[in-house]
């Protein structure tokens, strides 16, 4: 009886239309910042967020008074044609030596506090003197509203129903488009990516009797794919989050590493981190950047705590950029490294497994903090099963121009032989190829087994060439092994058939 109690009570409270959170709860562990000096739009309204055109009013305005330093353009159009903004925060010395941060918000749009704590950062760079100091080494790309078409009817996915950070791979929507274009055209060193994440889930009465919520108010997600150079993820943990952590301390907010429910056969699991190039705290990594996406504790918690998410998400890009602004030089450094490092490729790689793994959660009803050991899966310390050495090139048959077209969005330099030629290369004959469980709106991805092997093979006219000795090397050797997660053949770039050779060869020397 209690048990259906509980589920009653879970209902219930994931269906009020105050918060989730019970009062009490909030009053104890989230109480709103008693000064935030609010100059943005949300300041005037009593309900709701600040619109897309009240955002693109009030942004116009600041540029006009704040031209020296503040420029206003726009990288694209979504789905229903709304112009996606872009501010660039800089001062007028323009050098290659500068640290380029990019700064983004509202890839769900179900996730407004990203969006206002940027919109706040973008308002006091342009009153703090101290801030403007920033400017002296660093350049901000900020888009504080990816997703306009979602944010507009606070729904999660675009106009087309497709999840924006699952559309890293094959970049089926202009807004994702757009946003891997404006990364091509800056080379930003710094990708930072504000969500919020939901504190109370009814997956959660399947852990315990009572009522509980993940307590956080910031998780950290930064990536677990092994193929992300040793010195990026080295520098994300050691400068980035070291001093994001204590600036979230010393505020009195709380943070830690993102963690999920997700159900299986043997119930459910925590979910650790992340690998999956498909988002974007994975993708922008393997593209030579420090990337890390920011999880606030907001979704369904309404306005009553919005203003602790725009004072956290405002405190984390301030972080972030104190970080690159003294740490300049290291950074750099680490990124050259980076691109010097010729380790293998990760093909399959598996997260590391571990029961009774303590994880704290809010007593909802007691409003105590409680600790469960629970099974989880953690990205972050993940084994590789399958990897292969780094070859000099890729060949991809010249009728694979869907892939072509897709290596180009991504930032892949791609060249094409003007002649036949022969050559000695890796092959793949495709053993089996199997459906997985999980469908997306526009495909269902597979899983294939291969055989390689040695081949000469004659290489007609056309034939691409993508060379390894390029920045995005780790990108695009994940998105071209045929057994990769999240790779042109897990999503159906390329297409495989068992017994058939892949169109894609590797060119050892």
Not at 160 to 182: C, F, S
Not at 277 to 303: C, D, K, Q, V
Not at 311 to 324: D, G, P, Q, R, W
Not at 340 to 360: C, G, H, I, N, R
Request: net charge positive; charged share 25%; hydrophobic share 35%.
């Amino acid at each position: 009886m209690k048990k259906y109690l509980i589920l009653l009570l879970t209902s219930l409270i994931l269906n009020a239309s105050f918060a989730q959170d019970l009062k009490r709860v909030q009053k104890k562990y989230y109480p709103n910042p008693t000064v935030l000096d609010l100059q943005t739009p949300i300041a005037s309204k009593k309900t709701g967020y600040t619109s897309y055109k009240e955002m693109k009013k009030y942004l116009n305005e600041l540029q006009q008074s704040n031209d020296s330093i503040m420029k206003l353009s726009v990288i694209g159009k979504t789905q229903k044609g709304k112009d996606i903004l872009l501010v660039k925060l800089s001062d007028s010395t323009t050098s290659q030596s500068k640290m380029r941060v990019m700064y983004f918000a509202r890839i769900h749009g179900d996730e407004p506090g990203g969006t206002e704590g940027l919109l706040y950062f973008i308002d006091k760079m342009t009153k703090d003197n101290s801030l403007k100091e920033l400017l002296n080494k660093i350049d901000f790309y900020i888009l504080p509203m990816v997703n306009v078409d979602g944010g507009e009817k606070l729904t999660r996915q675009t106009a087309n129903g497709i999840d924006l950070n699952r559309d890293q791979v094959r970049l089926e929507t202009p807004e994702a488009t757009a946003i891997r274009k404006l990364v091509n055209e800056t080379d930003p060193h710094v990708c930072i990516d504000f969500h919020e994440y939901q504190p109370l889930k009814s997956a959660y009465s399947l852990l315990s009797d009572e009522v509980i919520s993940v307590p956080w108010d910031v998780m950290f997600l930064t990536s677990g794919n092994p193929n992300v150079s040793s010195h990026i993820r080295k520098s994300i943990e050691s400068l980035f989050l070291e001093n994001a952590k204590t600036k979230m301390e010393v505020n009195d907010f709380t943070s830690h590493t993102y963690y999920t429910p997700k159900k299986t056969n043997k119930g459910i699991v925590m979910n650790i981190g992340g690998a999956s190039p498909r988002s974007t705290s994975n993708t922008f990594s393997l593209n030579n950047a420090f990337s890390i996406l920011t999880e606030s504790r907001g979704i369904g918690l309404g306005r009553k705590s919005i203003g602790r998410r725009i004072e956290n998400v405002y405190l984390l890009a301030e972080s972030f950029a104190n970080t690159v602004y003294q740490q300049d030089t290291a950074l750099l450094a680490a990124l050259d490294s980076a691109m010097m490092q010729k380790d293998p490729v990760a093909v399959e790689f598996v997260s590391k497994k571990t029961a009774q793994y303590p994880l704290p959660f809010i007593n909802q009803i007691k409003n105590k903090m409680d600790t469960l050991d629970l099974d989880v899966s953690n990205a972050i310390e993940s084994t590789v099963t399958l990897s292969r050495e780094l070859p000099v090139k890729y060949l991809i048959l010249p009728d694979q121009k869907y892939a072509i077209e897709t290596l180009n969005k991504m930032g892949v330099l791609v060249d094409t032989l003007s002649r036949e030629e022969v050559f000695e290369v890796q092959s793949f004959e495709v053993r089996d190829v199997e459906k997985e469980n999980t469908s997306f709106k526009t495909f269902t991805p597979v899983k294939v087994k291969t055989k390689v092997r040695t081949e000469t093979k004659r290489f007609p006219a056309g034939t691409f060439v993508i060379k390894t000795d390029q920045k995005r090397k780790r990108l695009l050797a994940v998105m071209l092994e045929p057994e990769s997660s999240n790779g042109f053949v897990n999503y159906r770039i390329i297409e495989a058939t068992q017994g058939k050779e892949l169109p894609v060869f590797r060119l050892m020397d």
